[in-house]
């Protein structure tokens, strides 16, 4: 049985996952015991254990990998632009990109993105994407290793 996996937004997500992640995060930062750890967030660490390695932040894991995603923006002088320079200033390598005609004033984007695997940031350039007034419905389709 091969692996699926999916991208959520965070509010889809169940809390028992989000204090892995949680705990996850105080391990590496204050070298904490998986006790520790536990206790402070909350949960038991037969959860732990159960969940530790089926969550981990999309940025993490999308680092040197292709991400593809689909936005709707309006059509403004200057907005694509802006979208292509906050890929760059992430680090991001564009591989293709792909603009419908604008119909009532709203072009479709579908872009493929390398993400560096040293510098990449996935979580802080979709978020000043998504931040940009006129960018609209921004979805990840998916992402493969390189």
Do not use: C
Request: charged share 25%.
């Amino acid at each position: 049985m091969s692996d699926k996996y999916y991208v959520v937004k965070e509010k889809a997500v169940p809390e028992v996952l989000l204090k892995v992640l949680e705990a996850k995060k105080l391990m590496e930062r204050k070298r904490l015991t998986v006790q520790q750890a536990t206790e402070e967030v909350g949960i038991s660490r037969s959860s732990f254990y159960k969940y530790q390695d089926d969550i981990f932040p999309f940025h993490d894991n999308a680092k040197g990998k292709t991400i593809t995603f689909t936005l709707q923006i309006d059509d403004e002088p200057g907005l694509l632009s802006d979208v292509l320079k906050s890929i760059a200033e992430f680090h991001g390598n564009i591989l293709t990109i792909h603009q419908s005609i604008p119909i009532h004033g709203v072009a479709t984007l579908t872009i493929s993105v390398d993400i560096a695997e040293d510098l990449g940031d996935v979580t802080s350039m979709v978020g000043q994407i998504q931040s940009h007034q006129g960018v609209h419905d921004f979805k990840i389709l998916g992402s493969e290793r390189k």
